[in-house]
């Protein structure tokens, strides 16, 4: 079953702040986040394990709630170069990988 | 940068006929994987490998065979392309349990079914 990510699109000018939600209803193993700009590959950004391990890009910043099956990308002082469409991924078990549908963020000067 | 590409990188063909898709990697990673995403969808993960010769079905692999007789190689086939099939496909790897590290993705193949 697939992750459900909030808002579904978000815009904001340079140097504000966002979060970007996931949420499973199944107990997860992992939550990954990647970033996808138009017409390219999504790129990894940081990977969140049970047990508060963390993996990833040193600017940006998640959490991971085990109980509630959550995790929020947070994003500060935003820079152009942010927009882009954020997916979750979550596995729950060895290989089963699933992603949300994804959030659009779009930086304006 | 990972070393994968796919080929081809756009192709259109007609509902029936089958098509497959190339994955090749010069990373020597165990695990590779295909995904289609489509509008809405996000990321969907149609089958994955983790070895030579050892597949396994995602969520919506109905439709879709995969084969990989070498590590670098991993082929999608489309045995009777439908335009529900119309997507960009995209092929992942990763050297260790993808589950708890980061995933490649190679630059996707835009299929048109008409």
């Known amino acids: 079953q697939q992750p459900v990510q909030s808002p579904q699109a978000v815009i904001l000018r340079e140097g504000e702040d966002a979060v970007i939600n996931c949420s499973s209803s199944k107990a997860l193993y992992s939550v990954h986040w990647y970033r996808q700009k138009h017409g390219e590959a999504p790129v990894f950004l940081m990977i969140?394990?049970?047990?508060?391990e963390q993996k990833g890009h040193e600017k940006i910043s998640a959490s991971f709630n085990e109980k509630k099956q959550q995790s929020s990308l947070y994003l500060t002082a935003s820079q152009l170069s942010y927009s882009g469409t954020y997916f979750c991924g979550t596995a729950n078990n060895n290989n089963d990988m699933r992603f949300g549908a994804g959030t659009r963020l779009t930086v304006k000067p | 940068d990972a070393g994968i590409t796919q080929s081809p990188r756009h192709k259109v063909t007609e509902t029936g006929t089958p098509v497959t898709l190339r994955c090749h990697q010069t990373?020597?990673?165990?695990?590779m994987y295909w995904y289609r995403q489509d509008p809405g969808h996000g990321l969907r993960l149609i089958h994955y490998?983790?070895?030579?010769?050892?597949?396994d079905k995602g969520e919506v692999s109905d439709g879709y065979s995969v084969s990989r007789s070498k590590t670098e190689d991993f082929l999608l086939t489309l045995e009777s392309a439908t335009s529900s099939q119309t997507s960009v496909y995209f092929c992942a790897i990763s050297d260790r349990d993808p589950s708890y590290n980061e995933q490649f993705f190679g630059p996707g193949t835009r299929l048109t079914v008409l």
């Open positions: 490998s983790y070895g030579v010769k050892d597949t």
């Open positions: 969140l394990l049970k047990g508060g």
């Open positions: 990373e020597n990673h165990r695990y």
